[in-house]
């Protein structure tokens, strides 16, 4: 292949490979190196909303969504995400406590529920410093006495910067490395691990020679770079101005402009609190003076 490979990490490519009924052999595959459930759970898996593929620029952006329903009727939503977001632990609890809610709207008794599980791929350290771990499992317990809620809710979180420089023996590293391929012969390598790996790989190299298919991948991904690159500089503007403003008098009111002005680019509560050094609740109120 002359052009370099697509990435797995694209959203686009991502949902080509673990979005289509055709290729469910290689989403079983994945799920079962990252989750301990019981092996008859992925016998039927089922997509539940085969309409998520987006093909342009301005769909959401480094965010993608496979949501599977197992045998036993639990919940899955896998999500991969590149950018770096400041509102990551609480956008994967809104996905997981959405999926528990979602299954109400049937009419259906309390006990009917079915476990809900999240699983996100991450492009950088969601943990930081303060784990090494590259697969964190998330569930509900009384740290007190160890007691373990009922297993209904889980979030598992993946984080590829965190991955060891040699294999560890599982299925799960073997997988997460193939996310991390870039060349070539990091792909050659990838399939040698197993069948499925090998199988994804071709996937890749058959979507890599498609025209279309690279055209929307590499769109994609240059809105991406756009937007780091954009609120980089949002970050840095918005603190060169409040290191100068913060000098004068009213420098508090200049920050408040700043922000207003973020506000208007739709940038990330977060951020702006961040930049700034306004609180949630003052960006807020911005926010609320903003609308018409």
Wanted: no cysteine.
């Amino acid at each position: 292949m002359d052009k370099k490979p697509l990435s797995p990490k694209n959203d686009f490519v991502f949902k080509r490979l673990f979005g289509e009924r055709a290729r469910l052999n290689l989403l079983r595959s994945f799920l079962q190196s990252v989750l301990d459930l019981p092996k008859e759970e992925y016998h039927q898996l089922a997509i539940i909303d085969p309409f998520l593929q987006r093909e342009h620029i301005n769909d959401k952006l480094g965010v993608l969504d496979v949501k599977i329903l197992t045998t036993g009727g639990k919940t899955i939503d896998v999500e991969i995400q590149v950018n770096f977001q400041a509102d990551m632990w609480e956008r994967i609890l809104y996905y997981t406590a959405r999926m528990t809610a979602e299954q109400m709207r049937s009419g259906l008794p309390y006990e009917a529920i079915k476990k809900a599980i999240s699983i996100g791929v991450l492009d950088w350290p969601l943990t930081g410093k303060e784990s090494a771990a590259y697969h964190h499992r998330f569930r509900l317990f009384d740290e007190r006495t160890g007691y373990r809620f009922p297993d209904l809710f889980e979030i598992n979180t993946l984080e590829l910067p965190k991955l060891p420089g040699q294999p560890d023996g599982t299925d799960l590293f073997n997988w997460l490395k193939f996310f991390t391929a870039k060349t070539e012969e990091d792909f050659t390598m990838a399939a040698e691990t197993s069948p499925e790996i090998a199988q994804a790989v071709d996937v890749i190299m058959e979507l890599s020679a498609d025209e279309q298919t690279r055209l929307i991948a590499e769109a994609r991904e240059k809105y991406r770079r756009d937007e780091v690159a954009r609120q980089k500089w949002a970050r840095q503007e918005g603190r060169r101005e409040g290191r100068e403003e913060g000098r004068q008098e009213g420098g508090q009111e200049k920050l408040l402009i700043v922000a207003m002005n973020m506000l208007r680019l739709q940038l990330a509560p977060e951020l702006i609190s961040e930049t700034t050094g306004l609180s949630m609740e003052e960006i807020q109120a911005l926010a609320e003076k903003l609308q018409p």
